[in-house]
């Protein structure tokens, strides 16, 4: 196992660039945190080497393996706890890419929270797929990978546009159903259906009223206040009456 | 108006501390940023007094108001995108809280942003009262009061021990549901009532085996994984069946 000990290494350099989405989108890398991540990364087939920090042992299989100074794990580690352990993963090829028939479609979500909540959401209620458009949270950032819980790694996820993709799933005959507060049905009026694709907003402005115009139905989430709700809540609530 | 110019002024100093959830605590003191949760401060008769940056104008009606500095106003605001008016307020009195009859019990929710996500999807679905026990993220925050987008003046809402109060609500005849995993019902098996104390409990853990031990039933939010949600996500679907 190579031993690096230089915060200045060019592999070092390298890795610690991931933390940025540019070099993480230009060499479609991406780090992930800790035994739990690392081992979904593995499942997935989409781990490259791992970093182990001295002192510490982990049976890192067939894989490269670097062991690394205390001081090049804290630079590279981006959770406030602490970890031992860092997985560098390859994003999955786009052409790799299947659409399910439970889809998720995310208009310019923002909040990396928002968006690892969604999948760790959509995992857990059988959707199969989730689609985000280009504004949309990175979701290979350390915050939106831990908050996903590894539910990254057990989905289809992929950042395109979403017009075509609702084209898509037109030709499927996969319904898609938008998410509105005004002109659009109650969500307890809508029939329940397997196959689905479900397209929530941004946190401030909702659904694009293009997107919406291409929708089958709108539908919205009956309140007592005229209050809006947090998105990861308002998907969480759509996605329990869709599960499989 | 008086007008502060300088950061070490003993007012200021007071303010800043309120940043601290010991000397909010202690002086049942808090902050709010932005004309909207000013209002809502206002209205629900919390304010006491309104800090307006130099070079903006507010109609501040009979309120106490000090124009401070843009320096200070940097010092005393916690939002990253800044703000130009703040408002002093203080807690509601303990001896004041009325309890409610759709009310939310939060076992040690540690995480701001799952409390004050709850406190809005609670006023949202018509709840009435919010109950945190002692361990739980501080109300009073400036995190938890943004993401609760002013709930947090339109409901009861007290820090206190839970199991004293699902003794009152036992009293009262109104049901408590606990969440758990295990030994637990499905949630659509369970009738939907209007009087209803829901109990959710901390990110890690959940509710305490005690806390469980007192409730009239406990549920579970069926997923197709076996994963867990996250909390305001499961209080938000919990919510959304038991709304007003």
């Known amino acids: 196992m190579e031993k690096i000990v230089s915060k200045t290494n060019a592999r070092v350099k390298k890795w610690a660039k991931y933390k940025e989405k540019k070099y993480r989108d230009s060499d479609r890398c991406f780090l992930v945190e800790g035994e739990h ?15 182990v920090e001295e002192g510490h ?72 797929t989730v689609v985000l458009s280009r504004h949309c949270a990175d979701v290979y950032s350390d915050k939106v990978i831990r908050s996903t819980q590894g539910a990254l790694f057990h989905m289809q996820v992929i950042r395109t546009d979403l017009s075509q993709i609702i084209d898509q799933l037109k030709e499927k005959k996969i319904p898609v159903i938008g998410t509105a507060l005004e002109n659009a049905s109650a969500m307890s009026t809508i029939e329940v259906v397997d196959r689905v694709a479900l397209l929530f907003g941004n946190e401030g402005n909702g659904v694009s009223k293009e997107l919406l115009a291409k929708c089958d139905e709108t539908m919205y989430i009956e309140m007592h206040a005229f209050e809006s709700l947090n998105v990861a809540v308002a998907a969480g609530i759509a996605m329990y009456k869709f599960r499989r």
């Open 37 to 51: 991540l690392l081992e979904e990364a593995i499942r997935a087939k989409l781990l490259d080497c791992i970093l």
């Open 57 to 128: 042992t982990y049976d890192t299989g067939a894989y490269p393996c670097y062991e690394v100074s205390s001081m090049i794990m804290r630079k590279l580690s981006d959770s406030v706890s602490g970890t031992w352990l860092i997985g560098v993963c390859h994003m999955p090829c786009p052409m790799d890419f299947v659409m399910g028939e439970k889809v998720i479609l995310l208009d310019d979500v923002q909040d990396p929270g928002n968006v690892g909540t969604i999948l760790r959401s959509a995992y857990s209620f059988g959707f199969d």
